[in-house]
């Protein structure tokens, strides 16, 4: 499966972004998504992720209750719905699929997307 992040860009700090993660090549439905991020010069750290089914979700201590994640099965596409932004959530943010239910490490993950810059100001 092909996986493309969107969504990433430039806000201030407070605002919001969404980012969608779209698969091509299979459906995502039979994939747990995970969402992770690196800021520069920094490890690659886990954000969140939903299970196929859309009923496990986790989210890192840092981002929880700002961020949320969702999936949308008709369009083949997982978000990662992001609220109270701050500058330290500046990174690269990256989707990834999982055979598996949901996972916090980047080795359970099979597929991988680019990645797509977020940029939060002060």
């Known amino acids: 499966v092909q996986l493309q992040a969107s969504g990433g860009g430039l806000v201030q700090a407070g605002g919001s972004l969404r980012l969608s993660c779209a698969a091509s090549?299979?459906?995502?439905?039979?994939?747990?998504i995970g969402w992770f991020r690196q800021a520069p010069g920094k490890e690659r750290k886990f954000v969140g992720c939903i299970s196929r089914t859309g009923v496990e979700h986790y989210l890192a201590d840092s981002v929880k209750g700002r961020f949320t994640s969702s999936r949308d099965t008709t369009k083949n596409t997982v978000y990662l719905q992001m609220n109270s932004l701050k500058p330290e959530d500046s990174a690269i943010y990256y989707c990834a699929a999982t055979r598996q239910v949901c996972g916090k490490s980047a080795d359970e993950y099979d597929y991988w997307g680019q990645g797509t810059k977020v940029t939060v100001s002060s």
């Open positions: 090549g299979r459906t995502l439905s039979v994939y747990g």
